[in-house]
């Protein structure tokens, strides 16, 4: 039986759905694909010619130009340029880092710009820059001067690729793997509501795909037509056909197999991620791919489309996605919802990047946290992550425990290098903040450093935003603010009472007392104004309050707030002068 009288008889099945008695009766078309190729060698050599003409590259040129490596393990990160880099790439650059460089082999970054809607013009910027704050060491990718290309087996941007992805794309269209397709929009349209409608899958597939078992003069007339056309991938597996996958965290696992024909190039030429990928981690080497557990489901295609090119593929690791807890729920982190999604939002806030890396690194591999415990003095750089040790479900981003984590290490700092730290970000995220700093450097110092490195450190900082609110008690011109929405005084003390207390203390106030001299010293000093020293005292009555409530008088006095740090170090920090000042107002 020659090509073409298969292909009527593909035809004919697929109007007649006789062989296939598991399929639903009632479905008014075939579900069944045919995976015969009816097009002679001939005809598809000749159709390629007219689709891809100026293809001059071959497979053995770039085979040639990029050779196997030696390395054992190459990973890669393949974030599209969108000008948002989420924390979830962190995350995953992170581990692709480790897992290359741990065992000595590459890691690079691959731009994946063929969607242009999305691309933005700073994207590959952002990408870089964001890497480089994390200290995540890229062997090849955009991260010469000016972007460009450092590395041999580049270019490391899709959209700098074409050609190679053609190459590829000419030979799976020769081989009748693939096939040009011409459905309109409004066809395509009018699939999907047929199988809304019986309630099948949405796509390209079978009696749906149109163009699938066209003959040549039907396509050499469309192509003449220069009508607008994709390249589709002709699926090589029917309807019920499993797959059993192998992915290096999750083992084996069993999957419907893949009917659809999808696209591999669109319209313009630019391939979509699918086919892109089998092409670049084939010639760009990759041995690992690390990629976000959403592609997962698309294992089986990718599996085919190694098979078409008929290339070894690489390993596949599918890691958890960052989840949060929302109104009880888990959720993918959100790039629209979170704004912590964006890692532009750790730098604003100002969390270390130590902090964040040793966070994700937590999550990443459950034996990090006790790693670094017992090796405080090493960084995420110096472990040897593990797959196995990875989490298969969502993992949990947690901004309490990066708190926690981030504020230790605040804490530790010495009090140069936080003031330096503080004053750093400042200049970046805050600059009336900068200012105040730069015009009072030394009561920002003393301020900052109200109880840190003590005993008692209370450890307000969870992140160098939150000096702001400290800060803010200290500069006189914020506090010039702070007193337009001053708290009410305690009610118990009445007006000229309270004045004459301050400005008493104005003049008593001794900064060279220690701390227990000083309490001491205010107890005493409170008494005659009618303010008992215990709660004993007070009791006995004949007492207006006690020394607590002068404690507040003077914090709403010298701070305008309830809430200050320490009182004692607080006075301090102001110096006598600011006091003075401060409780004559
Ligand atoms: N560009 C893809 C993404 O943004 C890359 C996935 C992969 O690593 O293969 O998710």
Known sequence: ????????YGWIFRVFPIRFPALPE???????????????????DRIVQTLLPNVTLTRNDLEAKFPPRKESVVTRFAPSPTGYLHVGGIYMSMICERIAHQAGGTFFLRIEDTDDKREIDDGVWTIVRGMKKFDLRVDEGPIGPNFSDVGNYGPYAQSDRVEFYHVFVKELLKKGVAYPCFMTEEELEAVRTEQTAMKLVPGVYGAFAKWRDADAAEIEKAIA?????????????????RRTVFDELRGNMEMDDNYLDVVLLKKNGVPTYHFAHAVDDYLMRTTHVIRAEEWLPSMPLHFQLFEAIGVERPKYVHCAALLKIDGGNKRKLSKRKDPEANVEFFFEQGYLKESLIDYLANI?????????????EKSFFDYELQIERFPKAGALFDMGKLDSINKERLSAMGKEDFAALCLDWAKTYDRDLAALMEKYPDLAFRALNIERLSEKDPKRFSKISDIRAQLSLFFPETFE??????????ENVPADVRAKFLSAYAEAYDPTMDKDAWFAHLKEFGKPFGFAATGDEFKAGGYIGR????AMILRIALCASKSTPDLYETLLALGVGEVGRRLAM
């Not at 037509?225 to 056909?241: C, M």
């Open 364 to 376: 990443a591999d459950s034996g990090y946290e006790a790693w670094k415990a017992a090796n405080p």
């Open 26 to 44: 009632e479905s008014p078309v075939s579900l069944e694909i045919e995976t015969m190729i009816y097009l002679t060698q001939e005809e598809r």
């Open 481 to 490: 603010e702070l007193r337009k929405n001053a708290p009410a005084w305690p």
């Open 225 to 241: 037509e220069n009508r607008p056309r994709v390249i589709r991938f002709r699926a090589p597996v029917g309807l019920r056909a």
């Open 1 to 8: 039986m020659g090509e073409k009288s298969h292909a009527l």
């Open 547 to 550: 020394v607590g409530d002068l």
